[in-house]
Structure formats: structure tokens, C-alpha cells
């Protein structure tokens, strides 16, 4: 999908209008050029309350010669906020998935240029589906769809400059969908690294570094070589660093990649099975977010982690009751190999001690404990400083990506360090609470500053996507598969962060 901005009046394709609730008549603004047919046709829906304009709500409508308009509902006036417009967006390219005729020309009635550029903004979004795994029908590629967004004289720049911001973060989310939804037969740890690898090269200030199995063997990642080591396909970390060479503390985010989650040796039910695809979600989440910030020509330092692995049960995979030794030193009894993502992780944010970041964020789909407390409807937020988890909070409402303040407690902290024979366990002490406690298991592998024993934890939030990475049936900004979900919160916490 291309967007334009432009004053003209003209009318190229179909006309989208969007309108609030309670509109009785066209309003004049929108009628300029329209054909008389087409105007009438609407001014008798509008008056017959056909159409209500409630939020998301489109009708399509066919007047004289051809013509044909969309409205498309805001809502009520006193609501429509940018989340209303950008949800109306979403569903009028939703609406149009099967229709032919490719030009969209849409005109708004007295918006504020946040608000219109917000309505392009789930136009894109929603411009997605994964078909590369589809037989292509015999006319090819579609053509590219041509959106021309209509402002007043005066408005263009701003308005071109913040679809241009829009456009490149969301691709971000674009490309967290893609890495999610690709098959795990293709989507392997060695396959997202070289997806990275390549992805560097488009961009100057962007550098990616692979630590593949054999130097994780030997820098002692023991969490992330113990998951890994019972696939054939060998699990390694990647480093991604975004204007390197600035000085200072930067946001460092670490993302769970478990490109396939049979469950290990503590198999998995068979049922639904396939999703498991989804469980690098918080991999895709970083890249994306890179991404988002790389095409949007971000100037600041940013260093991501991701922690790429398959977990399979094999000869050579680890076993319950296995003791790990992980980077930081400490060991954990492997009580459960379905509780993996952890052990990755431990090792994933002990390396981002070394960047000496201003805040470690790190996104998993780690349990199926959060889905259960949340649902599809929100990810849960852990963090050991309050005004930061409130940061990210605020930062997902922003942009109308919900993450939930969930429960950082010592009980649990406890709970998962009553090993008989190691330092910790990755396994709680019964069925309950056990997002809460992976949380805790969690905050055991955030470094002190420098390293220092005596010194302060570095600042640090948990995200787990479990919920909302995929499966969330409510949400039309997205449709069917990975959601892409919090590249945007990402983007929005870090081009505004201040301490
Ligand atoms: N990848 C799963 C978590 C998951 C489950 C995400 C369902 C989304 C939907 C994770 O590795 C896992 O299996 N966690 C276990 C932990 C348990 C063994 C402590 C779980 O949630 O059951
Ligand atoms: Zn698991
Ligand atoms: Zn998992």
C-alpha cells in the first residue's frame, strides 16, 4: 500500500469517507465533486440511519456511472480519538480484502492531522496477509494498492512527514508478523540469525553479531546450549546494535526466539501443537522494533539480544533433573524442559549487562499461566522499578497496545530458588501463579551495574506475550496469525523516553 497526501479535490477510485455517529447529511466538505447519484444515495442511508457510523462500521455504495464511496464509521465525535481513527483505518482495508480496484481516495470532514494520519496508519497495518506459502494465482502479484489521503492546503507536510514515520514502524510490525508466521521447517535459529545478518546491510548505523553454538559452548551459555542441543538445528544468539559508536547508556531489549517449542523431553500435548511456532514471538518483537527504528532513521543507541533455539526431545537433549550452569555463574536444576524459554533468557540477560544499557526490556512468550490471568486482551508487564513498569504501561496505551502491571513478589523469588542441589530451579512449587513466578525466576539473571555485586540491579521490565503475540480473535487491527504486537509500544517508549 503507497499513501499520499495531498489538497487536491479530485476523486481518484473509490471515495472513503469517515463519519461520526449521528450524521444525517453528507457534509460539504466531503461532497465536493461527488457525483450528484452517489451524494443522494448517501444523504438517504445517512437519513434513514442505514448507516450509524458506529466505530468500524463500512458501507460500501454504488451511484451514477460507476462511482462508488465507503463510509466508514469514527464513532461518536466526543470519542474519536486517534485509536477510533486508526481503527476505522483498519477496517476499511479489512472490508475491501476481496474487492477488486486498487485507488482509495479518502476525505475527512474537520480531523486533526494526528487523527487523519492515524486513520492511514491502520490502513496500513491491516495491509497484511502471509500468503508466501500459497500457489500464485495466474494474474501474479496484485497491483499495489494507491491511497491518497485529502487534507486542507497548508496541512501536506506535517501530515506526509508523520505517514512517513508510520509507514516505516510499520514495517516493523510487518516483519515481526512475517518472522512469526513463517513455517518452523523454515523458520530454524540459524535462519533468523541470517534474516538479521542481511537485514544489516541495508542499514549503515545498524551492526548484527552471531554468537553460534560453538562460542556459546564456550563463553558458558549453558541455558541457551542446553535448550538448543537436542535439535539439529543448533541454537545461537544474536547482537544487534544500533548507532554504536554514541557514548552513553542506551535501551537494550532481549527476546525470547524459541522457533519451535515441542516441550523437550517434558513433551507437549499434541493439541494446537503447530502454535508453537509462535513462541520465538519475542524475538520478532525486537528485530521488528529494530526495524521500525532503523527505517524511521532513529538516531540514538539502541542494542538488542535475541536467544534463538529449537526445543526438541532427543538423545542429545536435556533432561529433567539436568543441572545447568548458565553465564552468570549460577546453576539451575532443570526441573521441566517445557520451561525453556527461561533458561534462554538467563543467559540472554546476563550478556546485556556488558552493553551497561540505561533499561533491559525482555519480550517472551513465556507461560501459559499469563494467557490464563489475561487472556488474549493484554500482556503481562513485570518490572523492578515501578515508574518504569509505568512507563510501558503508559507507553502501550499510547499507542493502544495493552500491557498489564502484574506482581514482582520475594515470595516467588523464594519459591524458585528451593533447590535441594543448585542455585535455582526453573520450575515453581505448584501450578499457581506461574507467570508470576517465571517473572521472578527472571529478575535472578538482571545484572547489578557493572557487574557489581554490592551495586544496584540495572532497571528492567518482563513482558510476556504469551496472550497477545498471536490468537487475539478481538483484535481488527491484525486478522488471522502473529500479531506484531508492541513493536509500536517500543517505538513510542524509546523515541520519547526520559529518565
Ligand atoms: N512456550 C510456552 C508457553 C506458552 C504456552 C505460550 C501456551 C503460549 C501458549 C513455554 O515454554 C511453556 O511451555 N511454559 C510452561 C511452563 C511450565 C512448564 C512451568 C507452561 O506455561 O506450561
Ligand atoms: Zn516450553
Ligand atoms: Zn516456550
Not at 379 to 390: A, I, M
Not at 407 to 412: E, H, I, K, R, V
Request: contains cysteine; charged residues 25%; aromatic residues 8%.
Amino acid at each position: 500500500m503507497k499513501i499520499n497526501v495531498s489538497s487536491s479535490h479530485n476523486i481518484d477510485g473509490t471515495l472513503i469517507l469517515p463519519l461520526f455517529e449521528g450524521t444525517e447529511i453528507v457534509p460539504e466538505s466531503h461532497a465536493t465533486g461527488l457525483h450528484v447519484a452517489l451524494k443522494s444515495q448517501i444523504n438517504r442511508v445517512l437519513a434513514d440511519g442505514d448507516f450509524k457510523a458506529k466505530n468500524k462500521s463500512t458501507m460500501t455504495l454504488i451511484g451514477g456511472e460507476g462511482g462508488k464511496a465507503m463510509l466508514v464509521g469514527l464513532g461518536k465525535e466526543e470519542d474519536a480519538d486517534v485509536h477510533a481513527y486508526r481503527k476505522a483505518g483498519a477496517s476499511v482495508v479489512a472490508a475491501r480484502k476481496k474487492a477488486h480496484g486498487t485507488d482509495l481516495t479518502v476525505r475527512f470532514s474537520g480531523s486533526s492531522i494526528d487523527c487523519m494520519a492515524a486513520f492511514g496508519e491502520g490502513m496500513m497495518l491491516r495491509d497484511y496477509s502471509y500468503d508466501n506459502y500459497k500457489m500464485k494465482d495466474d494474474e501474479g502479484e496484485e497491483a499495489e494498492r494507491l491511497v491518497r489521503i485529502t487534507c486542507d492546503e497548508g496541512q501536506e507536510e506535517e501530515l506526509e512527514s508523520l505517514m512517513n514515520i508510520h509507514e516505516g514502524v510499520v514495517s516493523g510490525v510487518h516483519l515481526s508478523r512475517d518472522l512469526g508466521n513463517c513455517p518452523p521447517n523454515d523458520m530454524y535459529p540459524e535462519a533468523f540469525a541470517d534474516m538479521a545478518w542481511e537485514w544489516a546491510k541495508d542499514y549503515d548505523n545498524v551492526k548484527v553479531t552471531i554468537i553460534n553454538y560453538d562460542q556459546a559452548v564456550k563463553a558458558g551459555m549453558g541455558g541457551l546450549v542446553a535448550v538448543g542441543m537436542g535439535s539439529s538445528r543448533k541454537p545461537c544468539m544474536v547482537i544487534y546494535e544500533m548507532n554504536h559508536e554514541l557514548d552513553g547508556r542506551c535501551p537494550l531489549l532481549v527476546g525470547k526466539g524459541i522457533t519451535f517449542d515441542t516441550g523437550g523431553i517434558s513433551l507437549k500435548p499434541g493439541a494446537n501443537m503447530d502454535e508453537m511456532k509462535y513462541d520465538m514471538g519475542g524475538s520478532a518483537t525486537v528485530f521488528g522494533t529494530m526495524q521500525a527504528l532503523a527505517a524511521t532513521g532513529h538516531k540514538g543507541k539502541v542494542v538488542a539480544i535475541t536467544c534463538m533455539a529449537e526445543n526438541m526431545p532427543a538423545a542429545n537433549a536435556q533432561r529433567p533433573g539436568d543441572v545447568i550452569t548458565t553465564l552468570s555463574g549460577k546453576t539451575i536444576e532443570v526441573l521441566n524442559t517445557d520451561a525453556e524459554g527461561r533458561l534462554v533468557l538467563s543467559d540472554g540477560l546476563w550478556k546485556a549487562g556488558e552493553f551497561d544499557p540505561e533499561f533491559i526490556i525482555d519480550f517472551a512468550t513465556l507461560t501459559g499461566a499469563c494467557v490464563v490471568a489475561l487472556g488474549h486482551e493484554a500482556t503481562g508487564l513485570w518490572s523492578n522499578d515501578d515508574d518504569f513498569r509505568t512507563k510501558i504501561h503508559e507507553a502501550g496505551n499510547a499507542v493502544d497496545e495493552l500491557a498489564w502491571p502484574m506482581p514482582l513478589l520475594p515470595a516467588f523469588e523464594k519459591e524458585m530458588t528451593n533447590s535441594k542441589i543448585a542455585d535455582t530451579r526453573n520450575l515453581g512449587a505448584g501450578r499457581y501463579g506461574g507467570a508470576n513466578t517465571a517473572a521472578a525466576f527472571l529478575k535472578q539473571f538482571v545484572p547489578n551495574r557493572n557487574y557489581d555485586k554490592d551495586g544496584e540491579q540495572i532497571t528492567w521490565a518482563h513482558m510476556d506475550i504469551a496472550g497477545t503475540y498471536w490468537g487475539a480473535k478481538t483484535n481488527t487491527m491484525v486478522g488471522n496469525g502473529a500479531t506484531g504486537i508492541h513493536v509500536r509500544t517500543m517505538y513510542h517508549l524509546i523515541t520519547n523516553y526520559k529518565n
